[in-house]
């Protein structure tokens, strides 16, 4: 593992309708916020963004302006190497610490490093586990 540690990430909940995607991320633009990782889906008629910023303060409040409902919840973010296998260690590590995985996302750009977010049960004890 390369660097494991918490991070606050936003949960933003929207309206399901065409163009939400892009008004988000163009409020995150105009707001000069970097988004670094995003996980979107819709669920009964709701759009669920995932997302991790390079300043989740700033970005809170620019979404609300909004009347989006934005909460900060913390996660664990691990950035690790991009080799066949590393996901695969990291779920053993936190199986036999006793660690369940409510979800996990993440992304490489291909130069050998993976961004990896994760909620578990016990994110304190998911990042001592991964160190």
């Known amino acids: 593992m390369l660097d494991i ?11 399901d309708e065409p163009g939400i995607f892009g008004r988000v991320l163009g409020t995150l633009a105009n707001a000069h916020v970097n988004l670094r990782a995003l996980c979107v889906h819709s669920k009964q008629k709701e759009g669920i963004f995932l997302l991790l910023t390079s300043n989740p ?3 809170e409040t ?3 302006s909004l009347g989006y409902r934005v ?7 691990a ?3 991009d080799r066949i296998g590393s996901g695969a ?3 053993a590590l936190l199986g ?12 490489t750009p291909g130069n050998g490093k993976a961004l990896v977010v994760f909620q578990t049960s016990d ?3 998911a990042v001592e586990t991964l160190r």
């Open 57 to 59: 303060e700033k970005a």
């Open 62 to 64: 620019a979404l609300k």
């Open 79 to 81: 950035i690790v190497e």
């Open 123 to 125: 994110n304190i004890k």
């Open 89 to 91: 260690e990291i779920g």
């Open 96 to 107: 036999n610490a006793i660690i369940d995985v409510a979800y996990c996302y993440g992304s």
């Open 71 to 77: 909460e900060i919840e913390t996660v664990v973010a």
């Open 5 to 15: 540690k918490l991070e606050k990430q936003l949960r933003v909940i929207t309206p």
